[in-house]
């Protein structure tokens, strides 16, 4: 394996007694350009290096360095950086070549965190990430990192882990986008086909299909998938925003009507009672497609404990203890109910 420049420059300045001093004069610039920047100083000359990590930017300063050394001393020119000399392969690992580096005078693209915001905007499942591949010496490993949405896989290769997750999650990107714009204009090209024979359209055939477009809505029940990259306290609020103010405003009238204040008022609740509450209730949240299951909650000592959830998302779960089973369900239903009327204000 051929020498790096940071080793020859080595080995040339402690022949004649001296170090080289390397000194990092740019440090990332920041969170989506990561550029370094290296100065090194060694008889009396200096050279600077920039690239996508600490370590190419040194290597960059290293190979100036030399080429800086070879004019001032006349020496012959040094092989193209471009081109260095291989040394024959001895080992299995170096079958796969490691992948071109990224120009520093490129600018940073966040392809993670672009992809990240395209599958939310298109209510696509979070991307996955799997390392399915490490090959090579331990200075010189490359890595592959599978990228999956949906049921979509793109592979990255490169010589660090976050490098190949960020090219695994452009090649996604660019695929999604790809799909996205076929299918806009697929939806343009038959619009503008169904401009075209309005003509032949009756005012019965329209009618009829808004009428099947309503009902297929109203069968279908199918709810907007919330995207969870926000903080933990803002889950239920955004629960609550993917809902119409209208049918709010309607749930929170039903659950008034059903469950006065003075409902949870009253001490001689039975368990049909409960039951019959819980059927309510489950009849209104139907509405905004949530469900209702009841839980028993194993306890040691004498009391009962009883669960209610609801698949909000994520999941509202209030839990109700008492001396008896009726008891532990009213307070359980209680909690559901005032926890329901805050959410939905």
């Known amino acids: ?35 370094f920047t290296y100065r090194v100083m060694c008889d009396g000359l200096s050279a600077t290096g920039t690239g996508r990590c600490k370590k190419d930017a040194k290597h960059e300063a290293a190979k100036a360095m030399l080429t800086e050394i070879a004019a001032h001393r006349n020496y012959p020119q040094l092989p193209a950086a471009t081109t260095p000399t291989m040394s024959p392969s001895k080992s299995p690992f170096h079958s796969a070549p490691p992948p071109p580096k990224i120009p520093a005078n490129v600018p940073f693209f966040n392809a993670v965190g672009e992809l990240q915001e395209l599958c939310a905007d298109n209510q696509l499942q979070e991307p996955e990430y799997i390392l399915i591949r490490d090959i090579g010496p331990p200075h010189a490993r490359i890595f592959t990192i599978r990228c999956k949405v949906s049921s979509f896989e793109e592979d990255g290769i490169a010589t660090t882990k976050k490098q190949a997750k960020h090219d695994a999650a452009k090649r996604m990107v660019d695929r999604i986008k790809c799909l996205v714009n076929n299918s806009n204009d697929f939806h343009k090209e038959k619009s503008e086909e169904d401009s075209s024979n309005s003509s032949i359209t009756t005012i019965d055939t329209e009618l009829m299909n808004k009428n099947a477009e309503e009902r297929y809505r109203a069968l279908a029940k199918t709810t907007r998938k919330i995207n969870l990259g926000i903080k933990l ?22 659950l008034e009507s059903i469950f006065p204040n003075e409902f949870f008022g009253n001490e001689f609740i039975t368990n049909e009672s409960i039951t019959e509450k819980i059927s309510e209730l489950a009849s209104v949240l ?5 469900t209702i299951k009841t839980k028993d909650i194993i306890t040691e000592r004498h009391y009962f404990m009883k669960a209610i959830e609801l698949n909000t998302c994520p999941f509202l779960m209030q839990i109700g203890m008492g001396r008896n089973d009726v008891e532990a369900s009213w307070k359980a239903l209680s909690q559901v109910i005032k926890s329901l009327k805050l959410l939905l204000l």
């Open 286 to 290: 139907s509405e905004i497609d949530v």
């Open 233 to 254: 306290a803002e889950y239920h609020i955004k629960w609550r925003d993917s809902l119409e103010e209208d049918k709010r405003n309607k749930i929170l009238e039903q």
């Open 1 to 35: 394996m051929s020498k790096t420049p940071v080793s020859i420059l080595q080995e040339m300045m402690v022949k004649q007694g001296m170090i080289p001093d390397y000194e990092l004069i740019h440090d990332g610039g920041g969170r989506h350009v990561n550029t």
